[in-house]
């Protein structure tokens, strides 16, 4: 079983549209959760964090947790063109490390 | 906005070569990381870093790969002899915290895209 795990995608919304990612994990000690985007050839770059059950927004962002189900997920509202990327989600135990999925790639249409 | 570098951002080398990747890393982080993904694959962790000391490895990071802080900015990723399958692009992170149970954030560099012939 992969420790974190998500869609590949590509998952393609209309722009304005929300685009909704999903990522479960397996590893039930996992404290804090991550999305970061990766544009193509790029670096990932940290979008939000989250480490409580709920709802966490920043700007067109949410992200959701839900550890009984091992689920979190990411919302983008109000899509536009520039948020055409890969999302990764990554989860870290008590250790040190960031566990990455392999990323959904998300195309928003013009 | 503070931000982590690293050189070169593409090292082309033979097989069986010595490579040095370098990183400057967020100037008031404490904790060091590298990580790199195969074209195509998904992030690996392979070591983090504190108080010149390797807290963490993985499994990648077998007695080719060594890591250090030569002075007070750099931190490096050395690759002893590559291997074909070593060809990726290889990210530095920093975090200000790294203690368990806190939640920190890691910062990436750009990446060095290693290449071996």
């Known amino acids: 079983q992969k420790e974190v795990e998500q869609n590949s995608g590509p998952l393609s919304v209309p722009e304005g549209a929300i685009a909704s990612l999903n990522c479960t994990y397996s590893d039930r000690g996992s404290q804090s959760f991550f999305w970061y985007r990766q544009y193509s050839g790029k670096s990932p770059e940290l979008i939000m964090f989250?480490?409580?059950?709920g709802d966490k927004e920043d700007g067109r962002f949410t992200a959701q947790l839900n550890k009984a189900s091992q689920y979190v997920s990411l919302l983008i509202r109000d899509s536009q063109p520039s948020d055409s990327a890969t999302y990764l989600c990554?989860?870290?135990?008590?250790?040190?490390?960031?566990?990455f999925g392999a990323g959904t790639t998300v195309t928003v249409r013009a | 906005e503070p931000e982590v570098t690293q050189t070169p951002s593409h090292q082309v080398t033979q097989m069986g070569q010595e490579v040095i990747l370098r990183c400057v890393p967020i100037?008031?982080?404490?904790?060091f990381y590298w990580y790199r993904q195969i074209l195509g694959q998904k992030v690996e962790f392979l070591v983090s870093f504190y108080n010149n000391e390797i807290s963490e490895k993985s499994e990648i990071f077998d007695d080719q790969f060594s890591v250090e802080r030569p002075d007070g900015s750099n931190f490096t990723l050395k690759i002893r002899s590559t291997k074909l399958e070593d060809s990726a692009m290889y990210f530095c992170?920093?975090?200000?915290?790294?203690?368990?149970?806190?939640?920190?954030?890691?910062?990436f560099g750009p990446g060095t895209r290693l290449t071996v012939l």
């Open positions: 992170a920093s975090s200000e915290r790294g203690l368990a149970g806190w939640v920190d954030t890691q910062y």
């Open positions: 989250i480490y409580s059950n």
């Open positions: 100037s008031n982080h404490l904790y």
């Open positions: 990554a989860v870290r135990k008590d250790d040190y490390k960031l566990s």
